[in-house]
Nanobody
Framework: QVQLVESGGGLVQAGGSLRLSCTASDSIDRFNAVGWYRRRTGKQRELVASVTNGGSTSYADSVKGRFAISRDNAKRTVSLQMDNLRPEDTAVYYC????????????WGQGTQVTVSS
């Protein structure tokens, strides 16, 4: 069982930046891909970004060029740098692993609220 704890959410004006961090209770290097989901009000949960052990990254089209995901296996952390934030990025963001096509992750954080004001 892996516990994930997120931090870094908050309120920011449009155009601003936030950095989300996720710390795992156990090693994450056994999970090839880890990532971040978000749930916007009235919408389904969506995968925002993922990163593999090899450093390959993948992003939702809506955040490409603005968000950057990274991982540090030694520190058991996954981070999401969010720049040029837009009001439509307002959501609860969840760290999750593992990330694989067609399957929901086994482990989820409690979520952190990001609110972007216009």
């Amino acid at each position: 069982q892996v516990q994930l704890v997120e931090s870094g959410g908050g309120l920011v004006q449009a155009g601003g930046s936030l950095r989300l961090s996720c710390t795992a209770s156990d090693s994450i290097d056994r999970f090839n891909a880890v990532g971040w989901y978000r749930r916007r009000t009235g919408k389904q949960r969506e995968l925002v970004a993922s990163v593999t052990n090899g450093g390959s990254t993948s992003y939702a089209d809506s955040v490409k060029g603005r968000f950057a995901i990274s991982r540090d296996n030694a520190k058991r952390t996954v981070s999401l740098q969010m720049d040029n934030l837009r009001p439509e990025d307002t959501a609860v963001y969840y760290c999750a692993l593992p990330i694989s096509d067609g399957w929901f992750p086994d482990y989820w954080g409690q979520g952190t609220q990001v609110t972007v004001s216009s």
